[in-house]
């Protein structure tokens, strides 16, 4: 990606870098943890099984950083899973402060169709969690705006359980995961032969999991097991001054770091700090500088689509002045916009802003395959399912954070490893979660 002088020495006066951090990310892995500082390196007491489940169903409930879904998920006596009787509705205190209560029977609102036809419950809850030996997990931060902390402290299975006893359901057992505890055991159903696993997520929220091998330091009686690292907290690498002025327009300020600076809530957050600083140091027309200056808010998508916009313009927009059309004329950042450099200055920008995040990704998938421990010997490799509309579907996001990825894990570390999706792999992974 080819950034002018003046745009180089723009960025590094606001210490904006796009590199590997593969040590910062493994110094706060490895450090020992203490209370609201860096990642939570969680244990989960759990593996993925050997073999897969035969002969069960299981309601399955995933309630995400944007969307709540809701199914039946029955293996057959070969264990094929099918999927059934699937919902999908808005995730509650998305939109609004919830309570406690009013959380849970909102949830329990939303699955009581599925009453009566499983007693197992694989619950994947996609926030920061301390999990327990018992398969359940107490939230202890909350990311991606989501607005119910009366929630947190509180154990989500053992609560979920009493309202729907209370509204006459037999329940056996509530497993509790997040997604990317659910992502990994999705792999293991499509990568049987894997030397071991990673789970990867960069959507609304960003997060990794892995096995840890036997003898890790994470977990408490040194046994393997799936470790969650809680990616989003890594506090170890050099914020930029575009990434301190987009956290005081979050919700949760000081909070989440990293996944601040990758994931869809928001990168376009990031993406509009580039364009207001820019705009105050002269790099746009008067006229699209204060446009951009009175420009209140950007999602990600706003921002993607301006980059998908000028796709096939050239890789740094060379052509930018002929890709306005009526489609496009509405993009808040092209409206701001009011000549060709103006264009192609924000192009440059919001680029930067997307390779930022592949580096960083990269770098959390590198730092994740070295933890495992594995991969190293003759034929063995490491399974990572990746997951999350944004790594998927954002200009040019997935193919940067493969090449930095294979760059440093591949060839410098001589890790052998293999990247994969799954259909409904989050659905499956939760369902396999509830029977182990």
Known sequence: MFINFKLRRFFKNHSFFSKMIVDEILFDMNRPRQKNQGMDMSSTWMLPPDRHPVNEQVV????????????LVSFDHQGKAVISDFRKTF???????????EFFSAIADRIDYLKGKAEKIGFCFSYSLDMTPDHDAVPNAFSKEFKARSVLGCPVGKTLKEELVR???????????????????????????????????????????FVAPEGNRWTGDKKEQ?????????????LSDFDLDADRRTAVQKQFPLEKCCSGAYLGNTCLSLLKFAAGEGFFS???????????????????NFLKAFGGCGENGENLGNAENAENAENPVMKACRTKKDRKTAFLLLD?????????SASLLAANLIATEKGRSEGKYVCIL??????????RLKERTEKYLFDYAGKKCRISYKTVCLENDITLGTAVAALI
């Open 286 to 304: 008067e006229e699209a500088a204060e446009n951009f200056g009175t420009l209140d808010a950007l999602s990600t998508v706003e921002a993607d």
């Open 60 to 71: 399955v409930i995933d309630a995400g950083g944007t969307n709540f879904r809701s199914c």
């Open 226 to 238: 799936i470790v969650v690292c809680e990616s989003g907290k890594c506090n170890t690498f050099t």
């Open 91 to 101: 995730m509650p205190a998305t939109e609004r402060e919830y309570s406690k209560d």
């Open 386 to 395: 990746c997951n999350g509309t944004t790594f998927f579907k954002t200009r």
């Open 167 to 209: 509204r006459g359901w037999k329940v056996q057992k509530i497993s509790v995961i997040n997604d990317t505890v659910a992502a990994l055991l999705a792999g293991k159903l499509c990568e049987k032969e894997a030397e071991s696993y990673v789970g990867f997520i960069l959507g609304t929220g960003m997060n990794a999991a």
């Open 352 to 360: 930067a802003a997307v390779d930022r995040c592949a580096r960083y």
